[in-house]
C-alpha cells in the first residue's frame, strides 16, 4: 500500500503495530534463497530442509566406561589395552578373554560387555568381576540409526543443533539466512577515537550486527558514505542481498535523499514514517529484488526503528517469530505518560512482573537501551497499569 492508503496512524504514519504488522507480511512473501552454510555460519538461522544421520551414533561400538571388555564368562585373561581413537584391534576376543579398555573405545569384537575398574578386581593378568550381559557399551547406532531425520525444517539452529549435526558428519547445513547490506550515512560519522568537533562516532554500525543475527539475518557488507545523493543510488541500485537498510538520511533535511532515491528506483514504499516515539522517521519499501529499510540516523531511534521494522520482517523472511516478542505483560511502574498519537517505546529493566524505566532513553542515546531488558509499549491514550512488553533487539 502506498504512502497515502489506510494508515491508522497520523500525518501519513502508520500506527505502530500496523508497520511491524506491514514488516512481517513483505517478509513472510520473500524467503531468502537456501544456502549451505558452515556449522559455524549457520548458528542462529532457519533449517531449510530436514536434517539426516549421515552415520548411526555412535558410529562404532564403544565402551561406556573405564575398564575391562570382557568375552564369555569371567575369570578373564588380560590380552591387551585398547585406548580412545586406536582402529579396531585385528585380533577380536575370544571367551576367557579381556582388554583393558578406556570410555569412548572401540570395543573389540566379540565383546558381551564392558567391566568397570570399581567392579573388577586384578590379579596376575587375571580380572574377575560381575559381568552383565550389553552393559556399559555404548553399541553402533543405538542412539541414532543412519539416515534418521534428527533436525526438521523450520528449526532455528541452535549450539545443541551444531554440536548434533558435527556428531553425525555434517560440515554444512541448509539454511535460510536472509542477506542483510547496511549503508550508513553522514559526513559527521567517523569509526574510530574519540567524537568531537562536529564529529558523531558511528553508533549504529557496530550495534546492527548483533540485532540482524538475532533476527536471523547476516549482514554481508556494511559501509559508509557521505550525504551525497549519487553514491547513495548507486549503492542501492547495485546492492546485493535480500534487505539493504540504510542509516540516516530518513527524515526531510537538505541531505536526506533516502525517499527520491528509492523513488527514482522504482520502489514501492509500504511504509512512510510510523506513529511511535522514538524513531518515527522510517521507511520500508521494495522492488522485486531488493527490500529497503530506512532507519533514523539518531541512534536510540535507529534501535527502535530496528526494532519496529528490520527485526519483523527479517525474522518472517525466514518464517520464525519474532525474537522480539514473547514476553509476558508487566505492571509498569514510574510516572510515565502515554503521547496522545504515538506509540512510546520506554526502556524498561524488569523484576518480576514490574517494569521500571530506566531513563537515558533520548532518541540520540543508545545508553537507556544498553540498561534496558525490554521496552514497554505505551500505546496512544494510554491509561492503564499493564504494558506489553518487547524484547530490546
Ligand atoms: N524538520 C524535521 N526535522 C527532523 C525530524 C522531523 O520530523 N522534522 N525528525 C527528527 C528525528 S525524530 C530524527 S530521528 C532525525 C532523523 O534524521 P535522519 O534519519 O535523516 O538522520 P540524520 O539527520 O543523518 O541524523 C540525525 C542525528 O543522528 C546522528 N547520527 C546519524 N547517523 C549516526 C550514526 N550512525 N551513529 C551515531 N549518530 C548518528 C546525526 O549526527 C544527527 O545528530 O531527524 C530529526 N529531524
Ligand atoms: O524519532 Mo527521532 O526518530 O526521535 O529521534
Excluded at 71 to 82: A, D, F, K, Y
Excluded at 134 to 161: D, M, S, Y
Amino acid at each position: 500500500m502506498g504512502a497515502g492508503g489506510c494508515t491508522g496512524g497520523h500525518g501519513g504514519h502508520r500506527s505502530w503495530p500496523r508497520a511491524r504488522e506491514a514488516a512481517r507480511l513483505l517478509g513472510g512473501g520473500r524467503p531468502p534463497a537456501p544456502r549451505e552454510l558452515s556449522l559455524e555460519d549457520a548458528l542462529g538461522a532457519v533449517l531449510a530442509a530436514d536434517v539426516h544421520a549421515l552415520t548411526g551414533l555412535p558410529a562404532f561400538d564403544a565402551s561406556a566406561m573405564d575398564g575391562f571388555a570382557v568375552s564369555g564368562p569371567g575369570p578373564w585373561r588380560l590380552v591387551g589395552r585398547q585406548l580412545a581413537g586406536a582402529p579396531e584391534a585385528p585380533v577380536g576376543l575370544r571367551p576367557g578373554e579381556a582388554v583393558e579398555i578406556a570410555t569412548g573405545a572401540r570395543v573389540p569384537k566379540g565383546t558381551e560387555c564392558v567391566l568397570p575398574y570399581e567392579l573388577a578386581a586384578v590379579r596376575d593378568g587375571t580380572v574377575d568381576g560381575p559381568a552383565e550381559a550389553g552393559r556399559h557399551v555404548r553399541w553402533a547406532g543405538e542412539e541414532t540409526a543412519p539416515g534418521e531425520t534428527v533436525l526438521e525444517r523450520g528449526a532455528v539452529v541452535g549450539p545443541a543443533a551444531l554440536g548434533l549435526a558435527a556428531s553425525l558428519g555434517h560440515d554444512t547445513l541448509p539454511v535460510l539466512r536472509p542477506r542483510v547490506t547496511v549503508l550508513v550515512t553522514g559526513e559527521e560519522i567517523t569509526t574510530s577515537g574519540l567524537p568531537g568537533d562536529g564529529s558523531v562516532r558511528d553508533a549504529i554500525g557496530p550495534a546492527l550486527p548483533g540485532v540482524v543475527e538475532r533476527a536471523g539475518g547476516r549482514i554481508e557488507s556494511l559501509r559508509h558514505m557521505g550525504d551525497e545523493r549519487r553514491p547513495l543510488l548507486d549503492a542501492l541500485a547495485g546492492a546485493d542481498g535480500d534487505v539493504v537498510a540504510v542509516c540516516g538520511s530518513s527524515s526531510r533535511g537538505p541531505a536526506d535523499h533516502l525517499r527520491s532515491v528509492l523513488e527514482e528506483l522504482g520502489a514501492e514504499v509500504a511504509v512512510d514514517g510510523v506513529a511511535c516515539r522514538p524513531g518515527h522517521p522510517q521507511l520500508l519499501a521494495h522492488t522485486d529484488r531488493t527490500v529497503f529499510v530506512g532507519l533514523p540516523g539518531n541512534p536510540g531511534a535507529a534501535l527502535v526503528a530496528a526494532a519496529t521494522l528490520l527485526v519483523p520482517l527479517l525474522a518472517a523472511m525466514s518464517g520464525r517469530p519474532d525474537p522480539g516478542t514473547g514476553l509476558a505483560r508487566a505492571v509498569l511502574e514510574g510516572a510515565v505518560t502515554a503521547h496522545p498519537r504515538d506509540t512510546r517505546l520506554v526502556a524498561v529493566r524488569l523484576d518480576g512482573g514490574r517494569a521500571h524505566p530506566v531513563g537515558h532513553d533520548r532518541p540520540g542515546s543508545l545508553r537507556g537501551a544498553a540498561l534496558a531488558d525490554a521496552y514497554a509499549v505505551v500505546p496512544p491514550g494510554w491509561d492503564g497499569t499493564e504494558v506489553e512488553l518487547l524484547r530490546v533487539p
